[in-house]
């Protein structure tokens, strides 16, 4: 699959624009905006202080203490967007009278539009963190078996053995799991005729069925990769002629898109959804204060999603890949246990045990608050749209 055509202008094109805006704006003879007593207005002040914002917090995903791509970090990335779309949403309100204007009024439609893309992703990344709840309620059935256990009886396996592959089936990715499978059941308890069967094939299938049958919130052919593509496609840098045209807001907005385009990328990354891909093709100018970290930290996931047991997990989320590993272990453990345990062997089950307790842990504590936060950039994306098409006089119908 082709990656996404980000490319920016020319070198030449940023002749002008490694001056700030500030000193792009100083070029302007007329302004109504109020003067400081360093000769910046106030609206330059806005706009750069806004690129600063910006930089400081996709600069803080670097350098602060939650492991990349853990649940921690997964929130503060959605944080990041939140606070910079309030700031970007009240750059627009302030400056509504620009919105008209060409070429700024095709730059803040495109970005609309972009954002429009980006709500799917959202509704997609809540199905995964669903799916994901799915996973937390068969860890507890081996906990339920294991843990806190004076003595270990063939029983007690059994019952965490089963909920292990179950587990292990359900962790497949969309594309593995077709071949188990010839279709995923769309609805809960679908073809589930026979679930008094013993038979354990049967059992897993209807086990994948059942962890992949929630109520999915896009199509059976919506792709995430063809949808991240979608929102990064002619995304270029401002030219110079752009940002004076429009007061410095050009660069703005394509602030405002890059954040867009990389938060879902994110996402995608880190957390199941339909079509996973990451070939989007993240090219910014160094001009920008946040470009280097921002790129670092692509480059980083990326890096992460080429490690030989990270290629084909169905998300680059640290706790997924805990789960996975400790599940993995644990079945492992499973297939050579023989009654009586020796003293070595139920040492090791118990110490199996506290690291699927501690994962559990992390998404009983994470998974409502990350949801809650996906549920707020839907908002927070639909709510500046529609104050947006408000502005331009376009009006809007319902999201």
């Known amino acids: 699959m082709p990656a996404t055509d980000c490319q920016g202008s020319s070198a030449a094109t940023f002749t002008n624009f490694g001056r700030s805006i500030l000193s792009l704006r100083r070029d302007q003879v007329h302004s109504m905006d109020t003067i400081h007593p360093d000769g910046a207005s106030s609206h330059e002040l806005e706009l750069e202080s806004f690129q600063k914002n910006v930089a400081e917090r996709i600069s803080g995903l670097s350098s602060g203490p939650d492991e990349i791509l853990s649940l921690s970090w997964v929130q503060k990335l959605l944080d990041l967007f939140v606070i910079s779309q309030e700031e970007f949403r009240m750059i627009l309100f302030n400056n509504k009278s620009l919105l008209h204007r060409a070429p700024m009024d ?61 587990l292990a089936i359900s962790m497949l990715d969309e594309k593995d799991s077709a071949s188990a499978l010839n279709h995923r059941n769309r609805s809960f308890g679908r073809n589930n005729n026979n679930s008094s069967s013993r038979d354990g094939s049967s059992t ?44 410095g807001l050009a660069v703005v ?3 405002m898109n890059s954040v867009l385009l990389f938060v879902m990328w994110a996402l995608v990354a880190a957390i199941p959804c339909q079509d996973r891909g990451l070939q989007v093709h993240f090219y910014i100018p160094r001009q920008f204060n946040w470009a280097g970290p921002l790129l670092s930290l692509h480059e980083k996931i990326l890096e992460e999603s080429k490690k030989r047991d ?87 119908g319902s999201d």
Not at 119 to 137: F, P, S, T, Y
């Open 310 to 396: 990270r290629k084909n997990a169905c998300g680059l989320l640290r706790e997924i890949y805990q789960i996975e590993k400790g599940a993995r272990l644990m079945n492992e453990l499973s297939d050579s246990v023989q009654f009586p345990l020796t003293e070595e062997k139920e040492t090791e089950v118990r110490q199996r045990v506290q690291e699927l307790s501690k994962v559990c842990e992390a998404l009983k504590v994470g998974l409502d608050p990350l949801e809650r936060q996906v549920r707020e950039v839907f908002h927070k994306i639909v709510r500046s749209r529609t104050e947006g098409l408000d502005s331009l006089g376009k009006g809007h």
């Open 253 to 255: 907005v394509y602030t």
């Open 204 to 247: 897993h299938h209807r086990s994948l069925g059942h962890y992949r049958s929630l109520s999915w919130s896009v199509s059976r052919s919506w792709s995430a990769a063809r949808q991240l593509q979608a929102i990064g496609n002619n995304l270029a840098a401002p030219k110079g002629n752009e940002i004076m045209a429009t007061n």
């Open 106 to 166: 095709r730059l803040i439609a495109e970005y609309f539009e972009r954002s429009v893309k980006a709500l799917d992703v959202c509704n997609a990344i809540r199905d995964g963190i669903e799916q994901m709840r799915q996973w937390q309620k068969l860890i507890e059935i081996v906990l339920i078996a294991l843990d806190n256990q004076r003595t270990f009886c063939d029983g007690q396996f059994r019952r965490a053995k089963k909920a292990l592959i179950d």
